[in-house]
């Protein structure tokens, strides 16, 4: 089981950047997916981005063009870069794995917060 840390977020205006890492405590080089997404109070989590042991990327339509997924194994690190912010980026973002693409995402780090502002 790896363990996974957030960091990055943050208070940024709309039309910022922020760069957000997810850092584990294991290997990521084999497992299925790494992927990274978001929830607001209220709201179930939804998802954002992942990337496969492959490299191959998808993402939420309303994120393509903005938001980058990419992964450094010999850190062991995840890294969702952020540009273009709106003001519905806003959420707790979450980074998670899943062992085979038949399985939800889970094992989620803390999570954390990205407020967007006007």
């Known amino acids: 089981q790896v363990q996974l840390v957030e960091s990055g977020g943050g208070l940024v205006q709309a039309g910022g950047s922020l760069r957000l890492s997810c850092a584990a405590s294991?290997?990521?080089?084999?497992?299925?997916?790494m992927g990274w997404f978001r929830q607001t109070p209220g709201k179930q989590r939804e998802f954002v981005a992942f990337?496969?042991?492959?490299?191959?990327?998808n993402y939420v339509d309303s994120v393509k063009g903005r938001f980058t997924i990419s992964r450094d194994n010999a850190k062991n690190t995840v890294y969702l870069q952020m540009d273009s912010l709106k003001l519905e980026d806003t959420a707790v973002y979450y980074c998670?794995?899943?062992?085979?693409?038949?399985?939800?995402?889970?094992?989620w780090g803390q999570g954390t917060q990205v407020t967007v502002s006007s």
């Open positions: 998670g794995y899943r062992q085979n693409k038949f399985w939800p995402f889970g094992s």
């Open positions: 294991g290997s990521i080089a084999s497992i299925n997916a």
């Open positions: 990337i496969t042991s492959g490299g191959i990327t």
